[in-house]
């Protein structure tokens, strides 16, 4: 079975400073992994996948994420943080093969707060 | 760039009422999938449609159910409710075809009273 944990429920940093989010993945096969981010009442919006290539992903507003199969890790990193990243971030693992192709398996999320 | 809608953005109703979520995914994208976000929750697969047809089925209630139409757009009817079923609901679609990433749109809050 497909799943994602994300240890940590919150992660505050200071703006300017690097932040890190991080997910652990369990996958059968090859993992086909996301990051999407929510704000408050708002949808969820894609910011970087992994499906094949570089480790390293290049996304949406600056962020990256390094996909590590050793340590089954993709965690999301931004190097300079903004009080404006401020929001739910889920990891999230597809589905690639049978009836279940497509789903989507998400982590609990983790709430990034940046302070000014 | 077209995106995925989804109406009404609120919905309000009483318990054991009826009611129906719609979306309308991004065009030319031939999956459309449904998921259900409890208060504090990650979002939970419920359904999903590809060309049409159901694809899969994830943990969704018998008092639920869900077509998809011949414009590609999609209806989440949900029958009985219950004060359980309060939660934002996503639709989310994707071109299957081209293996693209799964694009949300901004979600149907219903609450039940």
């Known amino acids: 079975a497909q799943s994602v944990a994300q240890p940590e429920d919150q992660v505050n940093v200071a703006e300017g400073n690097p932040l890190t989010v991080k997910c652990t993945y369990s996958?059968?096969?090859?993992?086909?992994l996301f990051w999407y981010v929510q704000y408050p009442n708002r949808g969820l919006q894609f910011l970087l996948k992994?499906?094949?290539?570089?480790?390293l992903v290049k996304g949406s507003y600056g962020f990256e994420a390094e996909f590590n199969k050793s340590q089954t890790s993709f965690h999301l990193k931004k190097p300079s943080a903004l009080v404006s990243d401020s929001a739910l971030y889920f990891c999230?693992?597809?589905?690639?093969?049978?009836?279940?192709?497509?789903?989507?398996?998400f982590g609990r999320g983790t709430q990034l707060t940046v302070w000014p | 760039a077209a995106g995925v809608i989804q109406s009404p953005r609120h919905l309000i109703k009483e318990k054991r009422e009826t009611a129906t979520l719609k979306c309308y995914p991004i065009?030319?994208?031939?999956?459309v999938y449904w998921y259900q976000q409890g208060p504090g929750q990650d979002p939970q697969f419920l359904i999903s449609?590809?060309?049409?047809?159901?694809?899969d089925k994830g943990s969704i209630p018998d008092r639920f159910s869900a077509q998809q139409f011949s414009d590609y757009h999609s209806e989440l009817n949900m029958s009985s409710l219950e004060l359980g079923d309060s939660a934002l609901y996503f639709c989310?679609?994707?071109?299957?075809?081209?293996?693209?990433?799964?694009?949300f749109g901004q979600g149907t809050r219903l609450t039940v009273v």
């Open positions: 989310a679609s994707s071109d299957r075809e081209m293996n693209t990433e799964a694009f």
């Open positions: 065009p030319r994208h031939d999956t």
């Open positions: 996958v059968s096969g090859n993992p086909y």
């Open positions: 992994y499906i094949t290539g570089d480790n």
């Open positions: 999230a693992v597809r589905d690639i093969r049978g009836s279940t192709l497509g789903r989507l398996y």
């Open positions: 449609f590809y060309e049409k047809m159901q694809s």
